[in-house]
């Protein structure tokens, strides 16, 4: 399995849908999580921590199944600003777990559609 | 606050020369990254560095190279440029640890020619 996995997509809702992102991720040992968004031509930014069994925002639930190794993010309502790429983050141990290193996921891209 | 800040923004280079990648963190974040993303591709994974010193390298030939100055800013420097390193380099920092929340700057996009 690879360090980090996300739905290849492009995903393409309507306005006011909801709409599941899916990631796996390899390692057991990886306690938080991340999911950022990516505008187009623009550095990601932070949307959401995940650092139980998951996390809510406004229109934005993010899900932790640690038995699974399994993160999902799901939007509510959506809008057209939400387009973008949203990337998966795991942070991985390395050096016998005293550094880690945050893998990025390749990212989905969502476009909302009027 | 200022956040992370990169320059240049863009960078024109030709095959065969060297180039120098400058960040500055957000201030009291000690630790700094950088990755390449090539159009169409996610993030790499390219160097950490805290407290002047190199954390953890991505894989990358040794011709990626970069070094943390003492108050805490970071070169990236790539030597004997291929056409396959143009991507943009983002640059993001965050507190200590490697695990926590990373703050990304604009970054700098590099063609090769």
């Known amino acids: 399995r690879k360090e980090v996995e996300q739905d290849p997509g492009p995903f393409n809702v309507p306005e006011g849908a909801t709409v599941a992102f899916n990631c796996t991720y390899s390692?057991?040992?990886?306690?938080?999580f991340f999911w950022y968004r990516q505008d187009c031509r623009k550095e990601p930014k932070l949307l959401m921590s995940?650092?139980?069994s998951g996390n809510e925002d406004g229109r934005f639930t993010a899900q932790l199944n640690r038995a699974s190794q399994y993160i999902s993010l799901l939007i509510r309502d959506s809008k057209l600003s939400d387009s973008a790429t949203y990337l998966c983050?795991?942070?991985?141990?390395?050096?016998?777990?005293?550094?880690?290193?945050?893998?990025f996921g390749k990212g989905t891209l969502l476009t909302v559609n009027p | 606050e200022a956040g992370v800040t990169q320059s240049p923004t863009h960078l024109i280079k030709t095959r065969g020369q060297q180039v120098t990648l400058r960040c500055s963190p957000i201030?009291?974040?000690?630790?700094v990254y950088w990755y390449q993303q090539a159009l169409g591709l996610g993030l790499q994974f390219l160097l950490w560095?805290?407290?002047?010193?190199?954390?953890n390298r991505g894989n990358f030939p040794p011709r990626f190279s970069g070094r943390q100055f003492p108050n805490y800013s970071s070169e990236l420097n790539v030597n004997a440029l291929e056409l396959e390193d143009s991507a943009l380099y983002l640059c993001?920092?965050?507190?200590?640890?490697?695990?926590?929340?990373?703050?990304f700057g604009p970054g700098t996009r590099l063609t090769v020619l």
């Open positions: 201030s009291g974040h000690t630790s």
């Open positions: 993001a920092s965050s507190l200590a640890g490697g695990a926590g929340e990373q703050f």
């Open positions: 390692n057991s040992a990886s306690q938080s």
């Open positions: 983050v795991v942070p991985t141990p390395h050096s016998g777990g005293s550094n880690y290193k945050l893998t």
């Open positions: 995940v650092y139980s």
């Open positions: 560095y805290d407290e002047g010193e190199e954390r």
